[in-house]
């Protein structure tokens, strides 16, 4: 766009993002301005709006993911067996503990 003829100053954004963009005799600016007055930074490098999704598609499943980790039957019987041992432990501290 930057062989437009036209004035340096505000004018409609090409973007179509905001209600004005300033043209500062060359090229757009990143300087954009709303009808109510407020100002802000945007830079015009995106020609057009983004196009919308209009249909909605499910994933497609992983293939290439692992199965779960199983644990070995044995690790839940060492921790079972030192689940046990810590019980135990802690009954015998408050039996020591209430008879001293």
Request: proline share 8%.
């Amino acid at each position: 766009m930057s062989d437009d003829v036209r004035d340096v100053g505000w004018h409609a954004d090409p973007f179509g993002r905001h209600s004005h963009r300033w043209w500062d005799g060359t090229k757009w600016s990143e300087k954009v301005r709303t009808d109510r007055g407020g100002f802000g930074i945007d830079p015009p490098g995106i020609e057009f709006a983004p196009v919308a999704v209009t249909e909605s598609v499910p994933a497609a499943p992983i293939e290439d993911a692992l199965l779960p980790i199983k644990r070995r039957p044995i690790a839940d019987k060492i921790a079972v067996f030192l689940g046990c041992l810590v019980f135990l432990a802690l009954i015998a501290v408050f039996v020591v503990a209430l008879t001293a």
